[in-house]
T-cell receptor
Framework: QQQVKQSPQSLIVQKGGISIINCAYE??????FPWYQQFPGKGPALLIA?????SEKKEGRFTISFNKSAKQFSLHIMDSQPGDSATYFC???????????FGKGTHLIIQP | DAGVIQSPRHEVTEMGQEVTLRCKPI?????LFWYRQTMMRGLELLIY????????DSGMPEDRFSAKMPNASFSTLKIQPSEPRDSAVYFC?????????????FGQGTRLTVV
């Protein structure tokens, strides 16, 4: 599997602040970049996803920024809330039918 | 729809025993994935099926691992014999095959402990 590198491993943000998580990939054949959110004891759930034909996608407080030339993408959580405390995974996929390659995750804590 | 259903939720077994994990995908989803999650390695794709046919099993760690999908509504992941290093959370996910970049829905996982 091609690697997807995610940072930081853990992140603490004050309530109302901006949480930023970064990912980098190697395989230029990847054409789908989702972010998944996972709460303890639960399976990952899709949060937001982007394709490489756009540089940014926003859904509510969540924004993906995508830099195709640098092979990097990031998740920004605006006005972070304690309920956002979870583990976040970036992932990359190819061709629509393949499985996803995941980053190792970021444990996010939002302090009230 | 109840989502992707996995059973059991928790499994504790002794080293050397056979373990079978089960998955029922969302009705109408014809791609099914098995992932393993550990602290050290994160989420790893083990194998996936399209239309009940195994497409890529390169992530299966050893011959002790095998997976089947006898029909569109059921899949199993078997470990025989199990070893302590197999302890992990195993997730099943499904999604529609048609259309690019469709969302994969995950089950709640099976936490496997091999002692």
């Amino acid at each position: 599997q091609q690697q997807v590198k995610q940072s930081p491993q853990s992140l603490i943000v004050q309530k109302g602040g901006i949480s930023i998580i970064n990912c980098a990939y190697e395989n230029t054949a990847f054409d789908y970049f989702p972010w998944y959110q996972q709460f303890p004891g639960k399976g990952p759930a899709l949060l937001i996803a982007i394709r490489p034909d756009v540089s940014e996608k926003k859904e509510g407080r969540f924004t993906i920024s995508f830099n195709k030339s640098a092979k990097q993408f990031s998740l920004h959580i605006m006005d972070s809330q304690p309920g956002d405390s979870a583990t976040y995974f970036c992932a990359a996929g190819r061709g629509g039918a393949d499985g996803l390659t995941f980053g190792k995750g970021t444990h996010l804590i939002i302090q009230p | 729809d109840a989502g992707v259903i996995q059973s059991p939720r928790h499994e504790v077994t002794e080293m050397g025993q056979e373990v079978t994990l089960r998955c029922k995908p969302i009705s109408g989803h014809n791609s099914l994935f098995w992932y393993r999650q550990t602290m050290m390695r994160g989420l790893e794709l083990l194998i996936y099926f399209n239309n009940n046919v195994p497409i890529d099993d390169s992530g299966m760690p050893e011959d002790r691992f095998s997976a089947k999908m006898p029909n569109a509504s059921f899949s199993t992941l078997k470990i025989q014999p199990s070893e302590p290093r197999d302890s992990a959370v195993y997730f099943c996910a499904s999604r529609p095959l048609q259309g690019p970049n469709t969302e994969a829905f995950f089950g709640q996982g099976t936490r496997l402990t091999v002692v």
